[in-house]
């Protein structure tokens, strides 16, 4: 997961639930129904139910709708993993399913793919360069805002190939450019012409140079931000939760 994705979502949600309250809508043991919002009178965009019963908790609102599954009391669940973990709670998703919550992250793609690039600057000078202006450029070759022709990128593109071309006779070049190594051909030849008896045949042929490799094995998707959102929504619900219960177990012992 891209850190900068965990990062963005945890300070959006922040200024997103700056001034929201908590309201007990039902509580009877592990049947409860939590909502947060922002003052009464106020807009009430951002806001989010946390509703429990045994061995499930649903948040429902603004950011969708998910429902999990794993111990009978589910706050205690989140309670005891003490930080947002979306892979680990992904798993125990009733709806929607796990690899629903994820789609394809053009961020991430060109976080792998640059970082690739400057892994391998040092043999190939100018790398970066190229990918920058051919991915992301202000005329890229290709499209990169969604997985397919991203993936055909990844296939397609090349840098730094050369040109070899040799002859039969055992003359041959190497490391020029196409138009290069036909010129060199065509001359060879001709002079050939004033050689008989020697076999000429000769060939140009493309010396491949750096290639995205095993790019099938990279995985180009991240979590979806309403999931992030609300994977954040839980822990901050639960504090404010357990924050009322604290006040209340101790205006009940000074009573």
Known sequence: M??????????????????????VLHEDGLYRHLRF?????????????????????????????????RAEDMLAFFREC?????GYWGEKL??????DVRRYSEDKFRQIITETAAENEAQWPGLGEAVE??????????DTSHEHPAREGLREFGFGDTWSASCACGEKTS????????RWRSGHISDANTAPGRSHRSEVRRVAGFRFTDTWEW????????YLWCCHAIVFG?????????????EQADA
């Open 2 to 23: 891209s850190v900068d994705l965990l990062a963005d979502t945890a300070e959006r949600f922040k200024r997103d639930t700056k001034d929201h309250e908590m309201t």
């Open 37 to 69: 919002r922002k003052p009464a009178g106020g807009y009430s965009e951002y806001w989010f139910d946390l509703v429990t019963w045994p061995g499930v908790l649903v948040i429902r609102g603004d950011m969708e709708t998910f429902a999990f599954s």
């Open 82 to 86: 003490g930080r947002v973990n979306p």
């Open 94 to 99: 009733l709806a929607p399913r796990s690899r």
């Open 133 to 142: 202006r051919e991915f992301f450029g202000v005329m890229p070759t290709w």
């Open 175 to 182: 490391g020029m450019t196409e138009d290069a190594a036909h």
């Open 219 to 226: 995985d180009l998707n991240d979590w979806t931000y309403q």
């Open 238 to 250: 639960i504090g404010l939760y357990d924050a009322a219960k604290a006040v209340e177990t101790k």
